[in-house]
């Protein structure tokens, strides 16, 4: 089936729309007439674009923000699964639930994705990128998804893009919920929320637990018999306090303790059926913050945070190859120099990782049409990984120190202009530089924003990058920092009285330094990766009225290496998703979301091809009382089969249904 089959709801929706915002159909967006009365839409707030809190029609950059009531509606379970709706970006997991799970932003790899919770930058000092398999929705505010190079705001690992978690924050009266979920895979989940505000004191508290079996990690399709377990606690908490002089002291906390059975693969890379394969991984995520006007325009935000998670796995001394059904021993000498069919390589894992950040950040309102921020950075990571491979690596540090200034211009609620420059020092390879410019032009009349932006970006090599030693993978401690440069162009056009939202774009990026293995040796790490990127993104957003809403996206990205001239491996040329939002009667909302995946090559040499596919999810909550509220969800309604990575396993149609019970004291 063609790509074109799948994308003709989206681009149905965009000619509709355009055509319905033509002259003489639709009135101005500067003042609604009496006669129309439209509903009030209070525009979203992003901070991660600036640090500072704007509304999204004065950001300059591509921004998309997902937000907690989003999560709830839709049912989600976990981020990864909100962020494939996401405009722009390439979403994958190796497995089912609990399994390796990465995302990745116009044209850029995993590691080029900065992820932050709660100000703590949560990117693995390892491998560079951030695992979303163990992250779930419960307590989430808002998800800010920020694309194109961010580094001069950031620092490294902004490369891509930036997506930002924030926990809720307690409002309004005390309030508490518990539910409990059963569905397909013998999974079960149950959960307890509460916030509230106290006096100068808010809360918000989250607990859950989530069960599964009966899903292989590798597809069963391929002829995995053994099923794969995931078990997952997540807990999360804001406790915040208003002082005088209007500062708030605040504190986050989010933890998870997951176990997750693996599967492997035989020496010759043929999938294989693991058996006794485990990974547990306990993650614990802490932060503080204090902000405090100084002055009628000066004001300060401290951010202190620290990340630590620490993994542990192993797979089993047995497996069986799906390509021959032959039962396959691990073996030490069965992968290195020759890799054999009938074995596997064994390994341990045993990694523990500390992420420390420090940031203080100065707003100085110069007059009403210029801000300045300026701030500095402490950056800290920590990495041990003793049983590697077999082999012994002490604890290593990279730290870096970074300095940031940038101005924000608003000239007659018209002319939008932010720059800003950074510095960054680490103790392991020395400087590096960034900076952005953006700009906008705001034409209220025709509710019109015209937008554009250059950046560069760059991302410290990692622990295992420079100190990493293994038979197959040996680090060097001279690599320098990868570096991007990024540009984009796009416009967005509200209509409707901002019941209709049409969006397009350009991007471009080229990648330079990139880490990859020497040519001659194939296995040391070296500066001489060369890509490039670029692509168009289109998106919709149309109330129709106050009960049915439609959201949809488009996103063609072209990649390519410039050494080889081939495709990056992965990347699909086509995405898009489309989701429809229904509310029939009050107690009653329904959500239909659709998401297509083009074809994409799995391998850097472009050998292995995957066709495209399209899932179609269902969700819907019913609220028999103000105190109880029965929900359900169907994902892949109509039972696609389809691999997001070669070799291993996705759900087929998958059926859940719960049961949530509320308690508002405002009912007492």
Not at 41 to 49: I, M, Q, R
Request: proline share 5%; aromatic share 10%; hydrophobic share 35%.
């Amino acid at each position: 089936m063609q790509w074109s089959d799948w994308c003709r709801p989206v681009v149905v929706c965009m000619v509709v729309l355009l055509w319905a915002g033509r002259p003489g159909v639709v009135a101005a967006q500067a003042e609604p007439t009496r006669e129309s009365e439209p509903v009030q839409h209070l525009e979203e707030v992003v901070v991660s674009a600036t640090k500072t809190p704007l509304p999204v029609s004065q950001v300059t950059s591509a921004v998309e923000v997902i937000t907690g009531k989003e999560l709830e509606g839709k049912r989600v379970k976990t981020v990864v699964d909100a962020l494939r709706l996401a405009q722009g970006l390439a979403v994958f997991s190796n497995g089912g639930p609990g399994s390796n799970a990465t995302v990745r932003m116009r044209g850029a790899f995993s590691r080029h994705t900065l992820v932050v919770i709660d100000g703590v930058i949560v990117n693995s000092p390892t491998s560079g990128d951030f695992n979303f398999a163990n992250l779930t929705t419960e307590n989430i505010e808002r998800i800010e998804i920020l694309r194109g190079a961010q580094s001069m705001l950031w620092g490294s690992d902004a490369v891509g893009g930036v997506i930002s978690i924030v926990t809720k924050r307690g409002g309004d009266r005390p309030t508490a919920s518990a539910y409990v979920e059963y569905g397909s895979f013998a999974t079960i989940r149950e959960g307890a929320e509460a916030s509230g505000v106290k006096g100068p004191f808010d809360f918000a508290l989250a607990v859950s637990r989530w069960d599964t079996s009966n899903f292989s990690a590798i597809n069963y399709r391929r002829g995995a018999a053994e099923r794969d377990g995931f078990h997952n606690w997540n807990a999360s908490a804001r406790l915040g306090v208003a002082l005088p002089r209007d500062t708030r002291l605040e504190l986050d906390v989010r933890w998870w303790h997951s176990l997750f059975n693996t599967d492997d693969f035989a020496g010759n890379g043929a999938p294989a059926d693991g058996f006794g394969s485990r990974q547990r991984t306990r993650t614990l995520i802490l932060s503080g913050k204090l902000e405090q006007p100084v002055t009628s325009w000066w004001s300060h935000k401290l951010t202190v945070g620290r990340g630590n998670e620490h993994i542990v796995g192993s797979n089993g001394p047995l497996a069986r190859n799906l390509d021959t059904g032959q039962l396959i021993p691990s073996d030490p000498d069965c992968g290195f120099p020759t890799p054999a069919a009938n074995c596997f390589f064994p390994f341990r894992t045993n990694i523990e990782f500390l992420n420390h950040r420090l940031e203080w950040q100065h707003n100085l309102e110069v007059t009403k049409a210029m801000l300045l921020t300026a701030g500095y950075q402490f950056r800290e990571e920590q990495g041990d990984n003793p049983d590697a491979f077999g082999g012994s690596q002490p604890n290593r540090i990279n730290s870096s120190h970074a300095g940031f200034a940038q101005a924000q211009l608003n000239l007659f609620e018209r002319l939008l202009v932010t720059s800003g420059l950074r510095q960054d020092s680490y103790n392991l390879f020395g400087d590096a530089t960034t900076y952005r410019v953006g700009g906008g032009v705001l034409i209220s009349e025709t509710g019109t924003k015209l937008r554009a932006s250059y950046s560069t970006g760059f991302r410290a090599p990692t622990l295992n990058d420079l100190f990493f030693q293994s038979p197959f993978f040996v680090g060097n401690p001279n690599l320098k920092p990868e570096k991007s440069q990024s540009w984009d162009a796009g416009i967005d056009q509200r209509l409707l009285g901002g019941r209709l939202v049409l969006s397009a774009g350009y991007f471009w990026n080229r990648f330079r330094n990139l880490v990859a293995a020497d040519p001659v040796t194939f296995i040391t790490l070296v500066n001489i990766g060369l890509a490039a990127s670029k692509g168009w993104e289109l998106g919709c957003e149309f109330e129709l009225t106050k009960q049915l809403s439609a959201r949809g996206q488009y996103t063609y990205t072209l990649t390519r290496d410039l050494h080889t001239g081939r495709r990056l491996p992965r990347w699909p040329v086509d995405q898009a998703s489309l989701g429809l939002s229904y509310q029939p009667m009050d107690p009653v909302r329904i959500n239909f979301d659709y998401r297509f995946v083009g074809a994409r090559l799995n391998n850097t040499s472009n050998t292995q091809r995957q066709g495209s596919f399209g899932v179609v999810n269902f969700a819907a909550t019913y609220d028999v009382s103000k105190r109880m509220q029965v929900f359900g969800r169907i994902d892949n309604v109509l039972d696609q089969r389809y691999e997001e990575i070669l070799f291993f396993g996705t759900p087929g149609r998958s059926v859940y249904v719960g049961l949530r019970v509320n308690y508002d004291t405002k009912e007492q």
